[in-house]
């Protein structure tokens, strides 16, 4: 389908002064980036700028200006000659600078008291003195309670056997007892009203009691009923088996080669294979 084309496509020729040429020519030349930046290389190439031309020393001026070096060049060459005082204590603003930090200091603030505070005598009968001793005994648990002296009851004493009773009828452990002892025993009440009642509904509402199957039940079927001998004969006639059991015997028989249905199959393969 395609051979003349293949054949005739490598034998076309365009004329170069065609106008379709000519605008691919323009605009590959218009896309061109070497030709887009030639006049720039060309001019880039050739441009000279002398050492002292007003934008070298424009450039360099704004450097030096904006140099934080050399805006700190003077300071830190006159760093060390400044004539000062002797020493720290001679200069007024490192003496004053002293001072506040011995006023804001808490160690020296407390210099002082923390001097004298071991040195201080009080005599004991001062009057404060014996109001603190009397305020912590009113104070103190020890002078309050005066605990009563220590006896032996004897274990058959009549107050102790009364008060043992009185205790054992306020014990709420004792009061529980039987309960407790009740909750660990196991119950099985199995001849309770409500197990009882519960049964006899179960027996009534269950369906194999309250039904007989028919096949539990003593039957002997009679063989000659009409019923019967009816329901034998459909079975016979429905029977796929027996319907089919004539065919199935003569079917393995049937050996002839000339009968006119194989002579018109015949004939139908030959005209469908020609």
């Not at 001019?43 to 070096?69: G, H, Q, T, V």
């Not at 020890?142 to 004897?154: E, G, N, P, T």
């Not at 529980?176 to 199995?190: A, H, Q, T, V, Y």
């Not at 065919?247 to 009968?259: H, I």
Request: charged letters at 30%; hydrophobic letters at 35%; one cysteine or more.
């Amino acid at each position: 389908y395609k051979e003349a084309w293949e054949k005739d496509k490598t034998m076309i020729h365009i004329m170069p002064d065609t106008p379709e040429i000519n605008l691919a020519k323009t605009n590959a030349a218009n896309y061109s980036q070497k030709l887009y930046k030639e006049a720039w290389d060309e001019m880039k190439m050739s441009c000279d700028l002398r050492a002292d031309a007003i934008p070298i020393k424009a450039a360099k001026a704004s450097r030096e200006i904006a140099s934080d070096y050399k805006y700190k060049l003077d300071h830190e060459k006159q760093k060390g000659h400044y004539v000062g005082v002797p020493n720290a204590k001679a200069d007024t603003k490192m003496k004053f600078a002293l001072g506040i930090g011995k006023v804001q200091s808490e160690l020296e603030y407390k210099k002082h008291f923390a001097k004298w505070k071991t040195q201080c005598h009080l005599p004991v009968d001062m009057l404060s003195i014996l109001a603190a001793k009397h305020g912590q005994s009113l104070v103190s648990d020890v002078d309050y309670r005066h605990y009563l002296h220590q006896w032996i009851c004897l274990p058959d004493q009549n107050d102790i056997i009364q008060a043992r009773k009185a205790y054992d009828l306020q014990s709420d452990a004792i009061y529980k007892s039987d309960l407790e002892w009740l909750r660990g025993i196991g119950w099985l009440p199995n001849d309770s009203v409500g197990i009882n009642h519960v049964k006899h509904a179960g027996d009534l509402l269950n369906e194999r009691k309250y039904r007989t199957k028919a096949e539990t039940l003593p039957f002997t079927p009679v063989a000659d009923r009409v019923d019967y001998i009816t329901a034998k004969n459909s079975g016979e006639i429905l029977s796929d088996v027996k319907y089919h059991k004539a065919w199935n015997e003569v079917k393995s028989n049937y050996t002839l080669t000339d009968t006119p249905q194989l002579d018109m199959a015949r004939e139908a393969a030959r005209i469908l294979n020609q």
